[in-house]
């Protein structure tokens, strides 16, 4: 008898298409050896399932109007989700698989909801998944764990609304231009922007505020981007580096999803004590946060004084069957099909360790 994985995705975040991609191939990676029950979350929220395999990308909720599912398994049933009407069970999960990104799903509220529900799931937990969505706590963090990191400074949306002249001023004193300013807790680049002065700062702080109400601001630097994935629980280890070399000015959601003309190399061309390092230093920010499972470690390696930064972790990356976290997997010679048969595993293997 298959083992029932439940897969999580959509969802109520700026990355709720990126994650109907990811989804699909987590789901067609998984249906070989598991029995699959994929739930998509709306936009708004609202669970509905089973979804066919062939339908995650195209998810229209509107088309499930009489699959809507409750959102709590409740601990007593050992994962079972009801669905309405008459909360009548409709599958027992064994594994819950969140292949979500991004707010709701990617920062620790979904991994509380699994918790309270008793189950085993893949990835993160609740504070490990928080701290890694937002930017200013991760920074702090891996600050404490000794972590070289870009310069930043971070504002809140009140202070951006009625302070902003004196905000950027102090932003031109301590970091100058260009530099970057994001929402504190989103991914693929969403609500990012890179300015060069007075004006796109302004512009930049205001959209930014517009997804989040906490702003960080960092120097821009002129970089090489490297990545490195990392997989386990207690004994993380890290795949070879791969480097992305974005097609637009940086590597916005343009050039993450819709231009294909941004490049992976897999492995990157970097030397050997440069791939050391980003290996240590991506399994030192997986066990200073205390993940679990995957993440995929962003860094940074500066053109002119060849330093290599940590930008972010991301601990439900993109997992398409091009994205670089599978990818550099295997490359190690791990294929998809092997990698999510592991990251069940290992969930599974965290479930029981917590107890
Ligand atoms: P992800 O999709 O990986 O979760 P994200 O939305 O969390 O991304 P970041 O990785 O922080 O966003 O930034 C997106 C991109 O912006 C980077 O990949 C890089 O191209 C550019 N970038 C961000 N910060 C800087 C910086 N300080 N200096 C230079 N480039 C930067
Ligand atoms: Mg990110
Ligand atoms: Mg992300
Ligand atoms: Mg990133």
């Known amino acids: 008898k298959k083992v029932k994985v439940a897969l999580l995705f959509g969802g109520r975040s700026g990355e709720h298409e990126v994650s109907r991609n990811s989804a699909y191939s987590v789901a067609k990676a998984l249906s070989d050896k598991y029995d699959v029950f994929a739930i998509g979350i709306s936009k708004e929220g609202e669970w509905y399932g089973p979804v066919p395999l062939e339908d995650i990308k195209q998810f229209v909720p509107e088309h499930y109007a009489d699959k809507k599912i409750t959102i709590l398994p409740h601990p007593a049933s050992g994962g079972t989700i009801y669905q309405l009407p008459g909360l009548k069970p409709v599958h027992q999960a064994e594994v819950f698989f969140p292949v979500l990104h991004g707010t709701f799903g990617e920062d620790g509220t979904i991994q509380g909801l699994l918790d309270l529900a008793q189950v085993p799931y893949v990835g993160a937990g609740v504070l490990s998944s928080s701290v890694g969505m937002d930017k200013i706590f991760m920074k702090k963090i891996f600050a404490e764990a000794g972590l070289p990191q870009v310069p930043y ?3 809140l949306r009140t202070l951006i609304d009625n302070h902003i002249d004196k905000i ?3 932003i031109e004193e301590k970091l100058g231009y260009p530099c970057f300013v994001k ?9 990012i922007s890179k300015a060069v002065n007075r004006g796109q700062l302004e512009e930049a702080l205001k959209k930014a505020a517009r997804y989040d109400r906490k702003v960080i601001v960092e120097k821009g630097l002129s970089v090489r981007e490297l990545e490195v994935s990392v997989l386990g629980n207690d004994q993380p280890r890290a795949s070879l580096p791969g480097e992305i070399v974005p097609c637009n000015e940086f590597y916005d959601y343009r050039a993450k999803y819709i231009d294909d003309r941004s490049a992976l190399y897999i492995p990157a061309s970097v030397p050997e004590e ?11 920010a997986f066990k200073a946060l205390d993940c679990a499972g995957l993440s995929r470690v962003d860094f940074f390696l500066t053109k002119d004084t060849n330093e290599i930064l940590i930008n972010e972790i ?3 990356p993109g997992f398409t069957t091009i994205s670089m976290y599978p990818k550099l997997w295997e490359y190690s010679g791990l294929p998809i099909t092997e990698l999510v048969d592991e ?4 969930a599974v293997e965290r479930f029981a360790d917590k107890k």
């Not at 929402?183 to 609500?191: I, Q």
């Not at 440069?274 to 030192?284: D, G, I, P, S, T």
Request: net charge positive.
């Open 153 to 155: 400074l971070y504002f």
């Open 168 to 170: 950027i001023t102090e």
């Open 183 to 191: 929402p504190a807790n989103l991914g693929s680049s969403v609500g």
């Open 274 to 284: 440069a791939v050391k390092r980003l290996q240590e230093l991506a399994v030192a």
């Open 314 to 316: 991301n601990t439900m």
């Open 343 to 346: 990251l069940v595993r290992l």
